[in-house]
């Protein structure tokens, strides 16, 4: 398989054309940014802990009967998915309080919720990924009520899947965004990805944070955060 052409090239990862019209080369790149890319840097290997954590909870949720655009790991920083029209909405799904939940309800972090909660946000950065509802997402078009149903089933059933994964390995599952896509007979798929830069992730006995918070917050060994999510995975992913 070739690589046509870049369609999408993001600071994080960068999106291939193939020479197969109905697949996708995702490469994930050692870059991080926080606040909307305003700060900036690079994390070795950050790339290949990435691809390699996404793929191994793409591959748990796929032998769970999650349909998603995720079909193999190509190399230490690319992975092979089907291509999609995205959805621009994200998907939050939320076990424990932390990050805008708390700033915006004015909640101490770390409250653990009776049910998970699902927020949904307009993915566009011009207005900063704004939260919204069930009828915004409808009113503007992005979803159909069934769509939507959808989504939210599956958000769940990822929720229901990995939530013990990672308590298994020492790690809470915090919260996480993922988005989903549609193919071309309007099935609806679990799409982007699943790793240090899109969920929260503590260990468990220590409380450390282990994942993108570390950037944000000037906490240092963001590496080695990425690093122990994935070392662990590994062991428990074989």
Not at 55 to 60: A, K, L, Y
Not at 210 to 233: C, I, M, P, S, W
Request: glycine letters at 6%.
């Amino acid at each position: 398989m070739k690589k046509i052409e870049i369609i999408h090239d993001g600071v994080s990862k960068k999106v291939y054309a193939t020479d197969e019209p109905d697949k996708v080369i995702i490469q994930y790149t050692d870059a991080i940014t926080a606040y909307y890319k305003i700060k900036r840097a690079l994390i070795k290997d950050k790339g290949l802990y990435c691809n390699a954590v996404s793929s191994m909870v793409f591959t748990v949720l796929k032998n769970a009967g999650v349909p998603m655009h995720f079909i193999e790991r190509l190399s230490d920083t690319e992975q092979l998915c089907r291509r999609v029209d995205s959805i621009q909405m994200e998907v939050i799904v939320r076990n424990v309080v932390a990050g805008s939940m708390a700033k915006r309800l004015g909640m101490d972090e770390g409250i653990v919720l009776k049910e998970p909660i699902v927020d949904l946000c307009y993915k566009t950065e011009d207005l900063g990924d704004p939260l919204i509802n069930d009828y915004h997402a409808i009113a503007l078009g992005l979803v159909t009520k069934e769509e939507l149903a959808v989504i939210y089933s599956l958000a769940e059933k990822v929720n229901a899947v990995l939530t013990p994964l990672f308590r298994g390995i020492g790690i809470t599952l915090v919260d996480f965004k993922i988005e989903f896509g549609r193919l071309p007979d309007g099935q609806i798929i679990l799409s982007d990805d699943i790793t240090p830069d899109s969920a929260r992730f503590w260990d468990i006995e220590t409380g450390m944070k282990l994942d993108k918070d570390r950037f944000r917050h000037d906490n240092g060994k963001v590496g080695q955060a990425y690093r122990t999510v994935y070392e662990r995975l590994k062991e428990a992913v074989k």
